[in-house]
């Protein structure tokens, strides 16, 4: 005779509709064509018992006959749950349809029944993107999960994966997105010269020791130039060395540079050091940048991107560093040269040792040695 306790879950659980499984997923497939958009949900059957009244017999299993009496209900929920729209906020559902449910004819792992729904959605003319609403089977399994991918006019598919906390995904074509990857990676450019006082203490470097505005121009194009090489190259894999190793060679190209203003009386063309330089100095780029771009499938614009961030950020500090020592007095000749200096000779010294000794500074911590 069964106890209280375990009469009591007895009467429970046959008292309870169909029971809600572990694991419950689903993945679905939608393909844009000009103002068509096609949806293919494969889900579980039993995830579609527990949300739409279809099992006639109480098997817990589908017959091609029940899944067809039950069209009705089933395209109202499947509609219900599972909404396209051209924006976002507000989220307005576009009109579609039921096209076709079929048992699958390839059961999943352990033979589970499957269920292949087809949808089918009218876009607006011109539409650059969808905001993608999945709400399926949530109400009696919260868990449930659906994996999503998106086929855009051919474009490379995208993918999404729709769980708890997670229900809208918003999709932009590659054209309307390269906009917002090109936007994006130029202020994320921007934002690591102005944050990056190791390149910030180079450039300075340099500045100190240009001769006129056209040698700082060469200099600046130099490092520019060769920096844009190696960030590109190492974005993209092309080549590959140690990040430790590219810290500590960029700390002592600081430190050399400030060092070479104080010792050298007549250093010669500053363009090459600044070229090669910058070929260091792109490989720190790239270690910045390289992990956010192994998500990115538009490589190509990111890096665009960033490096135009990061050359605007050098433009914009080398613009108001340069104005400042225009303004600031002192001796700019030096001996027999009649081109002189760029910044007075005061700043020149004092800027090329605080350079040094931050360079060696950088390049103790870097190792590890404080």
Not at 53 to 64: A, E, F, N, Q, V
Request: hydrophobic share 50%.
């Amino acid at each position: 005779m069964l106890s209280p306790v375990l009469a009591s879950l007895a009467l429970a659980l046959l008292a309870a509709p169909a029971a809600l499984h572990p694991d419950s997923k689903s993945s679905s497939r939608i393909e844009v064509r000009g103002e068509r958009a096609s949806v293919e949900l494969s889900c579980q059957s039993l995830s579609l018992l527990e949300s739409v009244p279809m099992d006639r017999d109480g098997d817990l299993l589908l017959s091609p006959e029940e899944l067809e009496a039950a069209r009705g209900p089933l395209e109202r929920y499947l509609l219900e749950h599972y909404q396209l729209s051209v924006e976002a906020e507000p989220f307005a559902p576009l009109a579609g349809e039921l096209l076709g449910a079929r048992l699958s004819a390839a059961p999943g792992a352990l033979g589970e029944q499957r269920v292949v729904c087809e949808l089918a959605f009218t876009l607006p003319a011109q539409t650059d993107g969808l905001a993608v609403r999945v709400r399926l089977f949530r109400e009696r399994n919260p868990l449930h999960r659906d994996a999503a991918s998106l086929i855009w006019n051919d474009e490379e598919p995208a993918g999404f994966l729709f769980a708890e906390g997670a229900e809208l995904w918003r999709f932009e074509a590659l054209a309307q997105r390269r906009f917002s990857v090109l936007r994006a990676y130029i202020g994320l450019g921007f934002d690591h010269i102005r944050s990056g006082w190791d390149h910030l203490a180079f450039l300075l470097a340099l500045l100190v020791a240009a001769r006129s505005v056209r040698s700082l121009v060469g200099v600046v194009t130099a490092f520019t130039a060769a920096h844009s090489i190696t960030l590109a190259s190492a974005a993209l894999g092309w080549i590959d060395v140690p990040g430790r190793l590219v810290e500590l060679a960029i700390a002592l190209s600081i430190a050399y540079v400030g060092a070479e203003s104080l010792l050298v009386r007549r250093p010669g063309a500053r363009w090459v050091e600044a070229f090669g330089f910058g070929l260091i100095h792109g490989l720190g780029f790239a270690g910045f940048v390289g992990e956010s771009l192994i998500v990115e499938p538009l490589k190509l614009t990111a890096l665009a991107g960033f490096n135009l961030g990061v050359e605007l950020g050098q433009l914009a500090a080398v613009l108001v560093a340069a104005l400042a020592l225009r303004w600031l007095p002192g001796e700019r000749t030096y001996q027999d040269d009649p081109r002189g200096w760029f910044a007075p000779r005061w700043l020149r010294r004092s800027g090329a040792l605080a350079v040094t000794v931050a360079g060696l500074y950088w390049f103790v911590e870097r190792a590890g040695w404080l």
